[in-house]
């Protein structure tokens, strides 16, 4: 089924509200039957009724290769349908590739010019009444605390230009289930994962008050990045209150780079007496 398109009501004038495809939705009900074989997800928090059907912007931390399996068990436990902004690798996969297209998620080829044509589509499609979900930070975090790097001005762009409410998403745990890096550890760990189990917490938060920043204005995207981040920072601290500083669970796969680490992983790294 190809994803449903922004089209013009001819009696109104006005784009057509996006629908989620019925493939995107059977994807989203088969990760919530499958997830309890090698997790235990708990999901806390939720979006406020009336913006579950959007237009709205969800964005949440990157810590794994799992997290986007786990927030899609997640959102169906909440009654939303993201269309997600994706790294454009995935789109050129044959099978997942068309999934992804038909489910009409947005794909971002980070580091190339195509980067930035990634924005006006999710503007589009927030403005067609839909939900997208974005990784702020643009890739899986590299810090060895596994807090949120810097985040990139993409989602602050979007919002800006739009006006959508954003809700913060905060995950951990799903750094367990599949290895970062490499065929045989990411299949091992996901084999183990199945007498592991381990908890996988997503928690949506409040909406972000982004009310007083414009759209081209002066720093404004910067100060909406930060401020939006540091809403996902401060609902993923509640989810890992016995694991301030670094996470129990070490992959030995996972590079560790802290050339963009952000606020909360240099508090806690201060804190820890590392740098």
């Not at 409040?206 to 920043?213: A, H």
């Amino acid at each position: 089924m190809n994803a449903a398109v922004s089209t013009t009501e001819p009696t109104t004038g006005a784009p057509a509200r996006w629908q989620p495809p019925t493939l995107w939705r059977a994807v989203q009900v088969l990760a919530r039957v499958l997830l309890p074989l090698v997790c235990r997800l708990r999901v806390t928090g939720d979006v406020p009724d009336h913006m579950r059907n959007g237009p709205l912007i969800l964005a949440g931390n990157h810590i794994g290769n799992f997290d986007p399996v786990a927030f899609t068990a997640a959102s169906h436990m909440r009654g939303i349908s993201p269309r997600m902004m994706a790294t454009g690798g995935l789109f050129r996969v044959p099978v997942i590739g068309r999934f992804m297209r038909a489910a009409g998620h947005i794909a971002v080829d980070r580091g190339s010019s195509n980067a930035t044509s990634a924005v006006p589509e999710a503007v589009e499609a927030v403005r067609a009444g839909a939900v997208v979900f974005i990784y702020p930070e643009g890739r899986i975090g590299l810090d060895p605390g596994l807090w949120p790097e810097r985040p990139k001005t993409g989602l602050a762009r979007l919002a800006l230009a739009t006006g959508a409410p954003v809700v913060p998403v905060a995950t951990w745990g799903s750094h367990e289930v599949i290895a970062y890096h490499g065929w045989f550890p990411m299949l091992r760990t996901l084999i183990s994962s199945v007498w592991r189990r381990p908890v996988v917490r997503i928690h949506f938060g409040e909406p972000v008050n982004l009310s007083d920043l414009r759209e081209g204005a002066v720093g404004h995207a910067q100060r909406a990045s930060e401020r939006v981040m540091a809403a996902i920072e401060g609902e993923l601290a509640r989810l890992r209150p016995d694991e301030p500083r670094l996470p129990r669970y070490r992959d030995h796969t996972r590079p560790v780079s802290i050339a963009r680490r952000g606020r909360a992983a240099r508090e806690a790294a201060a804190k820890g007496g590392t740098g």
